[in-house]
Each structure stands twice: as structure tokens, then as C-alpha cells.
């Protein structure tokens, strides 16, 4: 299924779902990257891969809903069916999210539905949780919210700064977007209602990252 992912910057994700989508049995397949920032250091990862890079400075546009017209047209002329946000960092207009639904997944360092937006990591410490991670899921006009596709959970440490928790976490957004992306690319999950099924015999929505002492 031909599948764009949209970045700002750094492109850890991206690379990853590049690399997980090149496998032989891959039901996505990245035929398009859209970064809002010429210099973002993610393009490398899709120049390195030879794939298809379009570059929509968002300063360019009267207002968020021009911008994002552009953005729908030129995932259309790239006959694009799913689109991943990997780090980007627009936030896009509910006429975007509704004419992109259920076909629009996003990754957000934490388990949703608790702390969404930014400074996510530094707010879970300050909360004391015992665990966070990462959410994949289905985008709703509102920021962070949507049905959630698979979750990934790692354990807080004591000793834990938002830098530390944030790069834990990372290394399971690295192996769940990619599942999610698959899940969703090959019919295995669907939406139904505000909640995502996963088929039985597909692997599960989640996957945890053993505590260690
Ligand atoms: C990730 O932590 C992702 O969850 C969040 O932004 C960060 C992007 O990192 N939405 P990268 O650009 O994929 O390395």
C-alpha cells in the first residue's frame, strides 16, 4: 500500500519504517516523503533509499488550511492511500484529518491518552509514573487523540531525566510504528468505532520492553 511519511526533522522513525517496509513481505511500501523544512535531517534517510522527496514550506501559505490543501494534493498526485506523521511538526486542520480518517497514523512518546502535546517526558516524570512509552495511532482533529493502533511500554527509572526516558522510549517507537503501519497497510486492523480491532491471529497491539533491576 503506498504509503507517504511527513517529518520535520531528525527522522529516526522514518528510517526505521523505510527499513521495516523493504523487507520482502512489507504490506506499506514509503513512496513518498514530505518534510515542511528543506533541511530537515531525515531527507537523508529517504535520498539514501531513493525515494521521491517534496519539500511544503509551511511559511509560504496564507493559512494553515492552504498549506494543507497543498500537502492532500500532493499526496494525491502521488496516488497515496496511508500517510505516517514521523515527527511532524504542523499541526494540521480538522478538514485535513477528515478527509485524510482513518487513512492518517501519528507516534506520540507517551500512552496516550495521558500526556499529549509537548514536554511529554519531563510531565510523566513529574507525574511519577511507573511506565510510559510510545502510542501509534489513527489521527483525529484533535492533537494527539485518535484510535489507538498499538502501544509500546518501557519502565521509569528512579534516576530518569526526560532525556534519558525519551531515548528508552524511542528505541520501542522504532519497532511499533513499523508493526502498526503493517497492521493497518495489510487490513490485519481496522477502526471501528473510536477503537481499533486487530485480527486474532496477527500479533498483538502491544509490546513491552522487560523491566530490568
Ligand atoms: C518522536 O519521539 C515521535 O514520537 C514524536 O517526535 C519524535 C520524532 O523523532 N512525535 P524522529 O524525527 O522520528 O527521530
Excluded at 47 to 62: C, K, L, N, Q, S
Excluded at 184 to 189: N, T
Amino acid at each position: 500500500m503506498r504509503t507517504a511519511v511527513l517529518i520535520s526533522g531528525r527522522g529516526s522513525n522514518l528510517e526505521a519504517l523505510i527499513g521495516a517496509c523493504a523487507r520482502p513481505r512489507a504490506a506499506a511500501e514509503i513512496a513518498l516523503v514530505i518534510s515542511n523544512r528543506a533541511n530537515a535531517a531525515g531527507l537523508q534517510h529517504a535520498r539514501a533509499a531513493g525515494i521521491p522527496v517534496e519539500t511544503i514550506d509551511h511559511r509560504r501559505f496564507a493559512g494553515r488550511e492552504e498549506f494543507d490543501q497543498r500537502l492532500s494534493n500532493t499526496l494525491q498526485s502521488y496516488e497515496i492511500k496511508l500517510v505516517c506523521l514521523a515527527g511532524f511538526m504542523r499541526v494540521l486542520s480538522a478538514w485535513f484529518t477528515g478527509h485524510w480518517r482513518d487513512r492518517l497514523l501519528n507516534i506520540h512518546p507517551s500512552l496516550l491518552p495521558a500526556f499529549p502535546g509537548l514536554d511529554t517526558h519531563r510531565r510523566a516524570l513529574a507525574a511519577g509514573v511507573r511506565f510510559s512509552g510510545c502510542t501509534v495511532h489513527f489521527v483525529r482533529a484533535e492533537v494527539d487523540a485518535g484510535p489507538i493502533i498499538v502501544q509500546g511500554v518501557v519502565p521509569v527509572r528512579p534516576e530518569d531525566t526526560p532525556e534519558a526516558l525519551a531515548a528508552r522510549i524511542l528505541q520501542l517507537e522504532h519497532r511499533c510504528y513499523p508493526l502498526a503501519l503493517d497492521l493497518v497497510a495489510s487490513g490485519r486492523a481496522r477502526v471501528e468505532g473510536e477503537r481499533v480491532l486487530i485480527d486474532a491471529a496477527a500479533a498483538p497491539g502491544v509490546m513491552v520492553i522487560n523491566p530490568k533491576p
